[in-house]
């Protein structure tokens, strides 16, 4: 098929390779002439203002936005409709609030304009592995993008879910993360517990490689602790700072709104606005955690 990415950052970037790889015809579009570049080099089509991107990829347009949240997501959705045509698709893949996904789409059908919202996770590692994606978006559209999704996915068949109509993708991946700060809380509580009894010596690196196999809290989390503690136990050079992206809180917001009690994950998001402004191990194991499953920066003593 032939679509294009708009946006080419960790995410972006990554995907439109595996598309590429694939054998799709992926137009590759960013901010910077250098990320176009890179892509081109990478097997896509370069496309340097929005407008050739929409040029490029008629006659069916799919329009793949992967865009920080917000202004934007929303400015270049009001720059692509005078661009498309009717029965044209925009997919949004970043980490848009639902409430706004529902909002363009309901923006983009008064112009005929299809609207499909894709909740993407896998991070930095969904190039080799595949990537975890939960959609929003009627049947016929959502069927029209289905090989696409096949080949992002870590297999055909699984890794992706078609979750409801417009909003219902990205409305998953807010519980998904949600949940994910919970998963992530507890790893980090339990290893400052285990290096805190000096007395015993636990030897970290050798339980979480333990744990990896026949356990119950055996998982992919638990495999990137293990490999990072394996070189560094003590994570000294680590500043222990832990950013919240934004949908621990939408999460939150939704447990109140719909009256659903979600103690867990309302604590593990207060635990990282307390990071913020505290020290201990336990922010230091979350801080490169986010690093090990999505690249996100880590704050070192030495910067």
Not at 86 to 109: F, M, T
Request: aromatic share 8%; proline share 4%; net charge negative.
């Amino acid at each position: 098929m032939k679509l294009a990415m708009i946006g080419l950052g960790r995410m972006g970037g990554n995907m439109a390779r595996r598309l590429a790889a694939a054998g799709h015809e992926v137009i590759a579009h960013a901010r910077t002439r250098e990320a176009v570049d890179e892509m081109a080099a990478a097997g896509c089509a370069a496309a340097y203002s929005l407008s050739e991107a929409a040029e490029l990829a008629a006659p069916q347009r799919i329009m793949w936005l992967m865009l920080p949240a917000g202004a934007p997501t929303s400015d270049t959705i009001d720059a692509l409709i005078p661009l498309l045509r009717s029965s044209d698709i925009v997919v949004n893949g970043a980490n848009s609030n639902y409430k706004d996904s529902v909002e363009y789409g309901r923006r983009l059908s008064q112009h005929g304009i299809r609207y499909v919202d894709v909740g993407v996770s896998g991070g930095v590692w969904g190039l080799e592995n595949g990537y975890g994606l939960m959609i929003g978006g009627d049947e016929a559209t959502v069927r029209i993008l289905t090989p696409i999704i096949r080949d992002l996915a870590p297999h055909p068949e699984k890794g992706w879910v078609h979750a409801g109509p417009v909003g219902a993708g990205h409305y998953v991946k807010m519980i998904h993360n949600g949940i994910e700060y919970g998963m992530m809380q507890a790893f980090a509580e339990g290893f400052d517990l285990m290096r805190q009894k000096e007395e015993f010596g636990i030897d970290l690196a050798a339980v979480a490689e333990a744990w990896r196999h026949g356990t119950v809290v055996r998982s992919w989390l638990l495999d990137l602790i293990a490999g990072f503690l394996a070189d560094d136990q003590e994570l000294e050079g680590v500043i222990p700072f832990v950013a919240d992206s934004g949908e621990g809180r939408w999460t939150v917001n939704e447990a109140v709104e719909l009256g659903v009690p979600a103690p867990v994950l309302t604590i593990a998001l207060h635990e990282r606005f307390r990071s913020q402004d505290s020290d201990g191990y336990q922010y230091r194991l979350l801080a490169q955690l986010r690093n090990a499953f999505g690249g996100h920066a880590v704050r070192r003593s030495d910067d």
